[in-house]
Nanobody, 115 residues
């Protein structure tokens, strides 16, 4: 059973940076998308950034210019570099990896932006 493990969350002051990492415990064949989602208290889970198999990326309007998604040199790893963090970025962040047959989710990592 493949598991996704996120790391890199924590408490940061407004304007600070964090880098989230997501690694799969096993091999995932023919990856289609590698994405980051987030869910704030009382809100629906939303797509933050996505990376497709053709290396195209897309971002939520609220994070454009501040967040960058990238794939690692090792297969089945994806990162989210978050700069100029704002209190409204506070949420649990989840990575998601899809292939033709499956959708894999991580357990989430808490990001709190507060002074």
């Amino acid at each position: 059973q493949v598991q996704l493990v996120e790391s890199g969350g924590g408490l940061v002051q407004p304007g600070g940076s964090l880098r989230l990492s997501c690694a799969a415990s096993g091999s995932i064949r023919t990856i289609r998308t590698m994405d980051w989602y987030r869910q704030a208290p009382g809100k629906q889970r939303e797509l933050v950034a996505g990376s497709a198999s053709d290396d195209s990326t897309n971002y939520a309007d609220s994070v454009k210019g501040r967040f960058t998604i990238s794939r690692g040199n090792a297969k089945n790893t994806v990162y989210l570099q978050m700069n100029n963090l704002k209190p409204e970025d506070t949420a649990v962040y989840y990575c998601r990896i899809t292939n033709l047959l499956n959708v894999y989710w991580g357990q989430g990592t808490q990001v709190t932006v507060s002074s």
